[in-house]
């Protein structure tokens, strides 16, 4: 009798899924400072800072914060410094710039503190294909990481790969 060989699973390539590396969409919020302008398009400093302080900044607790503005309006930079300076003790993070961008940055902070170590010397396939959608940027972040030190980078699944990098035999 004919023994089949699962010749993928014995051919020690890593599978790296991004999906892992996405934040949780009720960590992400967002701080927009339109419901605090004056017909939608001047920032009173006064009134401003009378706001922030009644605000409810507890809703942001441990939550990684989006701070943008999504009205065409002159904000001023100290506005936003201001909002931050209530933000930064209640907040896992804030960030300047709108959520789908917090995301690409949180995404790709858990790229670079990937340990190279982990995939030195290894052939690896990054994960594609998937009900999840992955930001283009985390596939560039991620190739940029780990080429530097991987025998093999590939695209898409184990059984079937696009190649991307081959490190030269030395």
Same mark, same amino acid.
């Given at each position: 009798?004919?023994? !089949?060989?699962?010749?993928?699973?014995?051919?020690?390539? =890593?599978? *790296? /899924?991004?999906?892992?590396?996405?934040?949780?969409? /009720?960590? =992400?919020?967002? @701080?927009?400072?339109?419901?605090?302008? @004056?017909?939608?398009?001047? *920032?009173?400093? $006064?009134?401003?800072? %009378?706001? *922030?302080?009644? !605000?409810?900044?507890?809703?942001?607790?441990?939550?990684?914060?989006?701070?943008?503005?999504?009205?065409?309006?002159?904000?001023?930079?100290?506005?936003?410094?201001? %909002?931050?300076?209530?933000?930064?003790?209640?907040?896992?993070?804030?960030? @300047?710039? #709108?959520?789908?961008?917090?995301?690409?940055?949180? =995404?790709?902070? $858990? =790229?670079?503190?990937?340990?190279?170590?982990?995939?030195?010397?290894?052939? +690896?396939?990054? $994960?594609?294909?998937?009900? #999840?959608?992955?930001?283009?940027?985390?596939? +560039?972040?991620?190739?940029?990481?780990?080429?530097?030190?991987?025998?093999?980078?590939?695209?898409?699944?184990?059984?079937?790969? +696009?190649?991307?990098? $081959?490190?030269?035999?030395?």
């Amino acid at each position: 009798m004919e023994q !089949f060989v699962n010749k993928v699973a014995e051919s020690g390539i =890593i599978t *790296l /899924d991004l999906v892992s590396y996405i934040p949780a969409e /009720d960590s =992400i919020s967002s @701080f927009d400072l339109k419901p605090f302008l @004056f017909r939608e398009m001047i *920032l009173r400093e $006064k009134d401003y800072r %009378a706001a *922030l302080q009644t !605000f409810d900044w507890q809703q942001f607790e441990g939550k990684h914060v989006a701070m943008f503005c999504s009205v065409d309006a002159i904000v001023p930079v100290w506005a936003y410094m201001l %909002a931050a300076s209530y933000l930064q003790p209640i907040a896992a993070s804030a960030y @300047f710039g #709108t959520p789908d961008e917090l995301t690409r940055v949180l =995404i790709n902070n $858990k =790229i670079q503190a990937i340990d190279k170590a982990d995939y030195t010397d290894k052939r +690896v396939v990054i $994960k594609g294909c998937g009900d #999840t959608p992955i930001p283009e940027a985390a596939y +560039v972040a991620v190739s940029l990481h780990l080429r530097p030190v991987v025998k093999s980078l590939m695209y898409g699944e184990p059984c079937s790969t +696009v190649p991307i990098y $081959k490190a030269p035999r030395v």
